[in-house]
């Protein structure tokens, strides 16, 4: 069944990589699903959303392709209302060139800047193109929930923006028309204008500042604790812990109404002047950056320690159950602080540093929160560098095994050997595996490096059991991570390897721990039989 609906917007994608084109039609349209019940469950329960907006989407793969749709579009009275805008397409127009020959053709195009990475500051974009608050930045990979309800806010504003003209239309021949009611037209057309201008700077779903106005009170206050040494105040970075399961599992329609629900919430949170005799003058604000991630700035403080008390509060406020489309719900945030004694020169300079924080939060667990200092910015930048010299290593062969041997207790025969990995580093020498393996599962490096441990380790077993006969029974033991298992080509990967080396699956022993085991039982369970179906030995580990 699919769910049919007239088209809401006509939506244009300029980018020279299909893959995106593929990408954001696979978000934004329309999705079949299979059978009546899963259409009531989706309907009851969330699981897919019905969509209440109807798109069409048309592609272009370079600036000048898109000129020409957007043309046609408008010649046939059938404007588009938003388009996608890759920052760099070549041989043709760049992205920033593509747009200024849209905007002449059709000012009230909406744009969204599609770039991995940018030639260009926000400066230079602002420069060539002008203030206007018809475009944003949207940064690759896509997630979807921000590509979504992007396209929702930026097609209602182009709406609401087309309203407004109309209307505005209609006020100027009513003057022409009825000079009577010259003053009711003109005071309508102002709260016209007032309207527009606050939706420029308000998030469209939970009707908070956006992260438009809040840099500029961000930069006002920063300018401010330049030239008074005795101004102090905070910015709280705030990202919920496990959005994504919400919307997952409940709906982006109820993932809106916790959004909503969290705004509130920390609007009600900020610092009330209770005691007007002693209170210190403050104008706190809470904003929507984007997605799941929210803003507190905090006015006027004594010291660190007002910002920490409102932390507590927000962490307090949001761990109390509310009901969103007949589900209890519970969430908490992760929250970074930075405040002005830093000294910053910039808005962006702040935002990162509590953004910093934040992911430090994150890290110790759910709900907890973090005050950013010096070190943490120079840990974030040694662990870029690790990262890089990691990727680097794997392919400068740095890494190597080393061999534990392993001896049986009953006759003190040796029977196989542990692999363990090391890493050689130009700059870093010898590199114990605490050292790295943690940075490699946070960012998926284990996945390349596991397989070449994998693969190593056979090919050493390989060698030893066709050069010394007496040890032909031995065997290797490989760790397996958590990324590797929940991997699909896994079983697949130890097929090619035993085929590859030559060895049997008796001589390849993998080992897990019994925590990995236990979170997908359902799905590792039969993993393990089909690795012993091979003759691979399974080992868990209990630690």
Partial sequence: MIFEKTTDFRLLIVDDNEAIHDDLKKILLPKKIGSALEDDEAILFGSIAAREVAFTIDSAFQGQEGLVC?????????PYALAFIDI????????????????????????????????????????????????????????PIEVTQLTHALTSKWTATRQARTHVEELDQMVKTRTTELN???????????????????DPLTR????????????????????????????????LDRFKVINDSLGHVAGDNVLIVVAQRLESCIRLNEDKDDALPREDLVARLGGDEFAIFLDNIRDVSDALRVANRISQTLAVPFSVCGKEVVVSGSIGIA??????????????????????????GQGRCALFD?????????????????????????????YQPIISLKDGKLTGFEALIRWLSPSRGIVEPNDFIPMAEETGLILPIGTWVLQEAC????????????????????????LQLSQPNLLDLVKQTLRETGIDGQSLHLELTESLVMEEPERIIPLLKKLQELDVRVSIDDL
């Fill in 70 to 78: 957007l043309q046609k579009a408008k010649d046939a009275g059938q």
């Fill in 88 to 143: 760099r397409m070549p041989p043709g127009w760049d992205g920033i060139e593509t747009i200024s020959h849209l905007w002449n053709t059709d000012p009230n195009l909406q744009i969204v800047i599609c770039t991995a990475y940018s030639d260009y500051s926000w400066i230079d974009i602002e420069r060539r193109l002008g203030i206007s608050d018809n475009f944003v930045i949207l940064k690759k990979p896509f997630d």
């Fill in 184 to 202: 009711t037209a003109i005071s309508e057309l102002e709260e016209a204008k007032t309207l527009a201008e606050m939706a420029a700077l308000q």
């Fill in 208 to 239: 908070l500042p956006n992260r438009r106005l809040f840099q500029n009170r961000l930069t006002t206050a920063i300018q401010l604790a330049a030239r008074t040494p005795d101004y102090l105040c905070a910015l709280l970075y705030l990202d």
């Fill in 339 to 364: 405040t002005s004694a830093s000294l910053y020169k910039a808005s962006e300079d702040m935002l990162r540093d509590a953004d910093t924080a934040m992911y430090r939060a994150k890290a110790a």
């Fill in 374 to 402: 010096e070190s943490m910015h120079v840990q974030a930048v040694e662990r870029l560098q690790l990262e890089s010299e990691m990727r680097l290593a794997l392919e400068r062969n740095e890494y190597f095994l080393c």
């Fill in 459 to 482: 090919r050493q077993i390989s060698w030893w059991q066709q050069n010394f006969g007496p040890c032909s029974a031995l065997n290797v033991s490989v760790n397996i991570s958590a």
